[in-house]
């Protein structure tokens, strides 16, 4: 059991082929959430777990979980792996899917290995992480997690339109359990990190310690449309031209932030949108991180007053609505030291970080101790098509991840291998000490 790895082969094979579903004739990777392409990759991964003998749940925000319930004790509160598989537009293969695929594959290995954990372990795929089609982003995590109520999640209205709850009912995933129905015990995310750091430094694992705070706002700029060839500069109220200088601003701002602001304008709109139109309305979303709260809220601030600074420069109204807004969450100590002192065992070498990204971790990190695995992003490129890991460490993560599910869901965990532990909640008797899940003995 210590010897103990993932089939690689069978975890790639199964992340390729998830890959492949939602590709446009274009050759392109699109699965919004709750969309006909994001059924395909659910419809996918519900048969791969109901393959392994797992029981799938499904909750009313549309969250798809897989529970492996053969454990010691079945009515403990389950160990949660997973992640999602909806995707942004034109993607890559493994933002979030590598992690669900990977929980996948370390319940296959542990039960072909007859390793009996003293906790059920549930796989989660949560909806709509990436928050494209429908905001705020990670917001399957976050009903769970008590965070939004689901009547209000199911009833947005998305970028193109659509409600949420019509959508995720037309594609068969508005499921009856109330979310929040198993509150884990803890909750282990693996994910590719999205960023430079590992590959910059080499490194094959990181142990995430904390996540940036994350604040979405749509900014909306009425000017007056007029003449583009008969309108002196002078007597424009030009909504394309007060857009773009809070575009620059907010660039400028965080390319000088010495906390390490970041700072995004990922869609924008001019309304005509003609050539020869001076803009009357410009509609853009800002994206705004940082890892430190009080830094995070002074860019905002410091939007805001630029906001009222040029519509008077400009003669424009500026209005701005708030999309989401989350905090920097710290994750799990103890969790964090358990996957590096994982990737120590396996001679991986590791380090704790930062993420940049958002992830259903930090949603869950409010019900459960949580923590993430990373590994390397080549090029620290995501979002994207080009987006790439290295086979050998997309195994070595999940192996980690294997790694430290059978410590935290020995019967040594559950408090049965402890010193006379005298009512274990989890495990029922010093007897299962001796099976192949107890790595060592009871002490008493
Ligand atoms: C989720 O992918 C995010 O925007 O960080
Ligand atoms: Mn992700
Ligand atoms: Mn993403």
Same mark, same amino acid.
Request: hydrophobic share 45%; glycine share 10%; charged share 20%.
């Given at each position: 059991?210590?010897? #103990? ?12 082929? #998830? ?18 392409? &994001? ?8 048969? =791969? ?21 053969? +454990? ?136 995430v310690?904390n996540l940036q705070g994350i604040? =979405? ?74 890892p ?14 630029? #906001? ?18 989350f905090?920097p969450v710290t994750f ?19 380090? +704790?970080?930062t993420s940049g990204a958002g992830h259903?971790a930090q949603?869950?990190a ?6 993430m ?19 050998? &460490?997309?195994?070595?993560? +999940?192996?980690?991840?294997? &790694? ?41």
């Open positions: 059991m210590s010897n #103990l790895s993932i089939d690689g082969e069978r975890l790639l094979a199964r992340l390729r082929a #998830l890959g492949e579903l939602g590709r446009g004739a274009d050759g392109k990777l699109t699965r919004l959430a709750a969309s006909a392409a &994001d059924k395909l990759g659910r419809d996918q991964f519900v048969q =791969w777990a109901k393959a392994l003998g797992l029981d799938v749940r499904v909750d009313r925000i549309g969250n798809i979980f897989a529970l492996w319930t053969e +454990a010691t004790d079945p009515k403990a509160a389950p160990l949660m792996l997973g992640s999602h598989i909806d995707t942004v537009i034109d993607a890559g293969i493994y933002d979030g899917c590598y992690g669900v695929l990977a929980g996948l594959e370390v319940v296959e290995t542990l039960r072909e290995a007859g390793f009996t954990p003293c906790r059920p372990i549930v796989i989660a795929a949560f909806t709509n992480e990436e928050g494209v089609r429908y905001a705020p982003d990670m917001m399957g995590s976050l009903v769970y997690s008590g965070g939004l109520a689901a009547d209000a999640a199911l009833a947005v209205k998305g970028a193109d339109g659509s409600v949420l709850g019509e959508e995720l009912a037309r594609i068969g995933y508005a499921g009856a359990e109330e979310p929040g129905f198993l509150k884990p015990d803890a909750y282990i995310e693996l994910h590719i990190e999205q960023g430079p750091v590992l590959e910059r430094e080499g490194l094959a694992i990181g142990a310690e604040s =979405w706002q749509r900014i909306t700029i009425e000017g007056v449309a007029n003449h583009a060839g008969t309108t002196p500069m002078a007597l424009r109220h030009d909504a394309g031209h007060a857009a773009a200088r809070i575009i620059a601003f907010l660039h400028e701002r965080a390319s000088a932030s010495p906390s390490g602001t970041v700072a995004t304008v990922g869609t924008i709109a001019f309304e005509p949108n003609a050539i020869n139109v001076i803009p009357a309305r410009a509609t853009f979303t800002v994206d705004l991180r940082d430190n709260e009080e830094c995070l809220a002074a860019e905002e601030q410091a939007l805001a007053e630029y #906001l009222k600074q040029i519509a008077q420069e400009q003669g424009v109204a500026i209005s701005a609505e708030r999309l989401a807004r905090a799990d100590a103890k969790l964090v030291a358990e996957i590096e002192s994982a990737a120590d065992a396996r001679g991986l070498s590791a380090r +704790a970080m259903d949603m869950i409010r019900i459960a101790p949580a923590a695995i990373f590994v390397p992003s080549i090029g620290g490129i995501s979002h994207n098509p080009k987006e790439f890991t290295p086979e050998t &460490d997309l195994v070595a993560g +999940a192996n980690v991840l294997l &790694d430290v599910v059978k410590r935290l869901a020995s019967p040594r965990a559950c408090g049965h291998c402890r010193p006379a532990p005298p009512s274990s909640p989890c495990c029922a008797s010093a007897a299962s000490c001796a099976s192949a899940a107890c790595e060592t003995p009871p002490a008493a």
